[in-house]
């Protein structure tokens, strides 16, 4: 299959520039110094390219995405780093997964009530390093871990996760090594083996994590394209031009709010400049005077932000040039956890 | 069921809210008058609810959506109101709806080209009347025709959409009036009986066309309600609240750029200011000095815009007060045509 065989609209990965990228966080994190993100792609078959790269431990943002790792046997080492309260959830993800170990982030007395009463075993106490979401005072740390040992539940470590650092140019290493002392300290009065952080934004300069959860690197968003980065984008969303304005000077692609995510802006297109995106359509025109395409012609889309894109399809398709060499599901979008 | 027992994130319906939206619109654009269009929705069971009010004619965006209405016997008429250029998912499309009566948007020699190969037998001539999107110009929508008629199709008029004049507040009544003086020009020299256009920002304001092609009314995008409009908010996303950080006063749940567009801005939530959205999160603080949140706590957030939201959903909880009384699902997603 070639590419011109793909019906649009739908999500392309450049194979060359995905595997680039995996063998560069590869060489700089190997095995289980880096904990792969699935939330960036949540595709099992994009996960299983990263545990033939080396990698067997990942990171979780839903249940879902656990139980969806799981069924296909790269459950040696999960994360959920992720509080939830849903105690049916967590118990179904906990049965549904024997066999596989799972760790579940922690946050408070009642995430930690939620995991205990699920039969989750593993936690991580999670802790705030300046992000403004998830995770505990650094100081409310060894306490947690405490209260989590007390009801039977092994700690084997700490999480922080220094998001509000990934785009940073001014003073970043010095910026992430202060969010890292806050999560040191939280370890020293947590104990165990595990100090999980970093992301794509922070990959050379946060040496202080034993694990890097990054996930974004191995598309690359746009976006993070921005920094001084060996990562470059890999995804597109290939569309048709399905209408042309000539008297007025300009197109229409059978792609919009439904196909990607524009909370990183609207997605770029070669030599031209995007007007504004609906529901199904983006309107855009040549810029600096260049011309309009044909009715029929395909062009594409370059998201702004990759994860809520991906979320929108059902697969991925790998291209070596305009070559379709292989084509991935995207089987861990939902929310549902059923029983596998 | 009562709304305690969904499990989080999940999208629920007010029924009495909705129920008296659809009434509004009844009331004042009864049967044919009104084509709901069911992109808005994406799911079948909603437009029953709108076969029940009196209309059987329905828009939709996507072939995808015309065979999933024609597959639970909702085509006595559906009109895809978009240009598509895939003769192979076209042609799917009217071989799986035998029964139905399909009539496709047509704007370019092209897209007439592709109609008549993939079968269609019925269409109109989108005509651009100022929203920078489909459609071709007045002058060109007689030729067209011409066109169309020439190979076989029937021409049953025109639709042009003013969606540059949905949210307008400054002069609306003459500005539609001049974009449908464009659309009546063309019906002119297109003939058949059919003036297809407008949404739910120019219900009252239209009244030009034959049919207006509304379909955010029933769920009514918050956005749309800052117009002085009879129809209110239907659609609200359910959350967990899953962190609390009393120290710096700040709350978290388990909803985010997945589960709910932010193209219209960022949610709302009663009594508080959200800070951010994030993959699977959303950080907000009580407004005014408020109280925060308990873990564990389940809240409502309004998304802005509600197309794109419901298409990130599988299904649509129906409310009355606390009960769900009914549960829809969102069956018209995505963009795989297949044969039913």
Same mark, same amino acid.
């Given at each position: 299959m070639r590419i011109h065989d793909l019906p649009t609209p739908c999500l392309v990965v450049d194979g060359p520039t995905f595997e680039a990228n995996v063998?560069?966080?590869s060489a700089h994190r190997p095995g289980r110094a880096l904990r792969p993100h699935v939330k960036a792609f949540k595709a099992t078959a994009l996960a299983r390219q990263l545990h033939t790269a080396g990698h067997d431990a990942f990171c979780c943002a839903t249940p879902a995405e656990v139980v969806g790792m799981a069924a296909v046997g790269l459950g040696a080492d999960l994360l959920l780093? =992720?509080?939830?309260?849903?105690?049916?959830?967590?118990?179904?993800?906990? !049965?549904? *997964?024997?066999? *596989?170990?799972?760790?579940?982030?922690v946050d408070s007395v009642d995430s930690i009530a939620a995991a205990s009463s699920? /039969?989750?075993?593993?936690?991580?106490? @999670?802790?705030?390093?300046? %992000?403004?979401?998830c995770g505990c005072p650094v100081d409310d740390a060894g306490r947690l871990a405490d209260e989590a040992r007390a009801v039977g539940?092994?700690?084997?470590?700490?999480?922080?996760?220094?998001?509000?650092?990934?785009?940073?140019? @001014?003073?970043?290493?010095?910026?992430?090594? !202060?969010?890292?002392?806050?999560? %040191?300290?939280?370890?020293?009065?947590?104990? /165990?083996?595990?100090? *999980?952080?970093?992301?794509?934004?922070? +990959?050379?300069? =946060?040496? +202080?994590?034993t694990e890097l959860q990054a996930g974004s690197y191995t598309l690359m968003d746009a976006d993070y394209a921005r920094l001084d980065s060996p990562f470059r984008p890999a995804l597109d969303l290939l569309a048709t031009v399905i *209408?042309? =304005?000539?008297?007025?000077?300009?197109?229409?692609?059978?792609?919009?709010?439904?196909? %990607?995510? &524009?909370?990183?802006?609207?997605? &770029?297109?070669?030599?031209?400049?995007? +007007?504004?995106?609906? @529901?199904?359509?983006?309107?855009?025109?040549? !810029?600096?005077? /260049?011309?309009?395409?044909?009715?029929?012609?395909?062009?594409?889309?370059?998201?702004g932000?990759?994860?809520?894109?991906?979320?929108?399809?059902?697969?991925?398709h790998v291209l070596h040039g305009e070559e379709v060499v292989d084509t991935w599901d995207v089987d861990l979008r939902g929310w549902d956890v059923r029983r596998v």
């Amino acid at each position: 299959m070639r590419i011109h065989d793909l019906p649009t609209p739908c999500l392309v990965v450049d194979g060359p520039t995905f595997e680039a990228n995996v063998a560069t966080m590869s060489a700089h994190r190997p095995g289980r110094a880096l904990r792969p993100h699935v939330k960036a792609f949540k595709a099992t078959a994009l996960a299983r390219q990263l545990h033939t790269a080396g990698h067997d431990a990942f990171c979780c943002a839903t249940p879902a995405e656990v139980v969806g790792m799981a069924a296909v046997g790269l459950g040696a080492d999960l994360l959920l780093a =992720n509080e939830v309260l849903d105690v049916r959830r967590l118990h179904t993800m906990v !049965a549904s *997964s024997l066999g *596989s170990r799972i760790t579940v982030a922690v946050d408070s007395v009642d995430s930690i009530a939620a995991a205990s009463s699920a /039969g989750v075993q593993e936690v991580l106490i @999670d802790v705030e390093v300046g %992000l403004p979401r998830c995770g505990c005072p650094v100081d409310d740390a060894g306490r947690l871990a405490d209260e989590a040992r007390a009801v039977g539940l092994e700690v084997r470590g700490v999480m922080g996760y220094e998001g509000h650092l990934m785009m940073e140019t @001014d003073d970043k290493a010095a910026r992430v090594e !202060a969010a890292m002392a806050g999560l %040191l300290a939280a370890h020293a009065a947590v104990g /165990g083996d595990v100090v *999980s952080g970093g992301g794509t934004g922070t +990959w050379d300069t =946060n040496t +202080w994590v034993t694990e890097l959860q990054a996930g974004s690197y191995t598309l690359m968003d746009a976006d993070y394209a921005r920094l001084d980065s060996p990562f470059r984008p890999a995804l597109d969303l290939l569309a048709t031009v399905i *209408s042309v =304005n000539r008297a007025k000077g300009w197109a229409v692609v059978d792609a919009g709010l439904k196909a %990607l995510a &524009t909370d990183h802006g609207p997605p &770029t297109i070669d030599g031209a400049t995007v +007007w504004f995106c609906s @529901d199904e359509h983006t309107t855009f025109a040549p !810029a600096d005077g /260049g011309e309009l395409p044909a009715v029929g012609d395909r062009i594409t889309l370059r998201p702004g932000h990759v994860d809520p894109t991906v979320a929108l399809h059902d697969r991925l398709h790998v291209l070596h040039g305009e070559e379709v060499v292989d084509t991935w599901d995207v089987d861990l979008r939902g929310w549902d956890v059923r029983r596998v």
